[in-house]
């Protein structure tokens, strides 16, 4: 299967903005949604966006998602200390083996 | 509330066999596609394989295809996943993920707190 590809670090001031990019392909993020989760220090994934740029009920608009052709991208503004976090893509892929896959993960520092 | 738990995690020799379950309660679990995802120590997230809501459609990873096996149990509101044949870069925490809608759509809206499995002699 594929690979998703992030940045392994982005990081800002407080109340600065971030973005993480997500680069795939044609198989992967250029034929299905993406979508996007956070993952504080020992515990379990979070979904923040689901289908490119949706918000589940609960995730700030300080979250936002964007897809373009094989690429997409997850922006933080406002950044705040609890947003210390690692985030993750997803997306299908539909290449030769089917299935499910992640990006290779973004750790998010706030200076 | 949704609520996943996990269990069957522990140390196993490789080549060995686990059967991990997952417990689900809070939400119509016949309805939805789940999945399992690992994490390898100090590692990012890897996908492990998915099966619908009816359990009639499944998929694997190649990093666990022919050994690993995903089914479900309705009645129980219980998700499995058997693993044989493990190997050392089998270690990792283990969750367990619900679809936000069907059949598939890999929107995890729930996670467990996850079930950590080590491989090691």
């Known amino acids: 299967q594929s690979v998703l590809t992030q940045p392994p670090s982005v990081s800002a001031a407080p109340g600065q903005k971030v973005t993480i990019s997500c680069s795939g392909s044609?198989?992967?993020?250029?034929?299905?949604?993406v979508s996007w989760y956070q993952q504080l220090p020992g515990t379990a994934p979070k979904l923040l966006i689901y289908?490119?740029?949706k918000r589940p009920s609960g995730i700030p608009d300080r979250f936002s998602g964007s897809k373009s052709g094989s690429s997409a991208t997850l922006g933080i503004t406002g950044l705040q200390t609890g947003d210390e976090a690692d985030y993750y893509c997803?997306?299908?892929?539909?290449?030769?083996?089917?299935?499910?896959?992640f990006g290779t993960g973004t750790k998010v520092t706030v200076l | 509330e949704v609520q996943l738990l996990e269990s069957g995690g522990g140390l196993v020799q490789p080549g060995g066999s686990l059967r991990l379950s997952c417990v689900a309660s809070?939400?119509?679990?016949?309805?939805?596609?789940m999945s399992w995802v690992r994490q390898a120590p100090g590692k990012g997230l890897e996908w492990v394989s998915v099966?619908?809501?009816?359990?009639?459609?499944?998929y694997y990873a190649d990093s666990v295809k022919g050994r690993f096996t995903i089914t479900r149990d309705n009645s129980k509101n219980t998700l499995y996943l058997q693993m044989n044949s493990l190997r050392g870069d089998d270690t990792a925490v283990y969750y367990c993920?619900?679809?936000?809608?069907?059949?598939?759509?890999?929107?995890?809206?729930?996670w467990g707190q996850g079930t950590l499995v080590t491989v090691s002699s």
């Open positions: 044609g198989s992967n993020i250029g034929s299905h949604y």
């Open positions: 997803g997306t299908w892929d539909n290449s030769l083996s089917a299935g499910g896959m």
């Open positions: 289908e490119d740029n």
């Open positions: 099966i619908t809501g009816s359990g009639g459609t499944t």
């Open positions: 809070g939400f119509t679990f016949s309805t939805y596609a």
């Open positions: 993920a619900k679809d936000r809608l069907p059949p598939i759509r890999y929107n995890f809206d729930s």
